[in-house]
């Protein structure tokens, strides 16, 4: 399922967890449907409980961005850190993290 019905995305994110409390894509998939509406809080939540299922680079570079979105830079840029660490050519978590140390410069 895409995150284009949400609705239907959202029930299917959380049969799996119903199931398994530990899917991590379930989790990384609420993230993104949250931060898609704007709840940015309640997609750091289900990102970070993501990252605790099975760290990924997806999930890291999710985080990131809505940490940076909230102002917690540091936070931000451990998390795009933690992404490249798991995937090191992953262009767009680098990016975040070389535009996030220029705006603290």
């Not at 609705?7 to 799996?16: G, I, L, T």
């Not at 750091?44 to 997806?58: G, H, M, V, Y």
């Not at 660490?85 to 220029?102: C, M, N």
Request: net charge neutral.
């Amino acid at each position: 399922l895409g995150l284009g019905e949400p609705s239907k995305a959202y029930e299917s994110f959380h049969n799996s967890l119903y199931h398994n409390p530990a899917q991590s894509d379930a989790w990384l998939g609420l993230g993104k449907l949250a931060d898609k509406a704007g709840r940015t809080q309640e997609a750091i939540d289900n990102f970070s409980r993501s990252l605790k299922a099975q760290p990924t680079a997806d999930a890291f570079l999710q985080l990131g961005r809505c940490l940076a979105q909230t102002g917690r830079t540091a936070e931000a840029l451990d998390a795009y850190n933690q992404a490249l660490k798991i995937s090191p050519h992953l262009t767009e978590a680098q990016k975040a993290a070389d535009a996030l140390r220029k705006f603290e410069q």
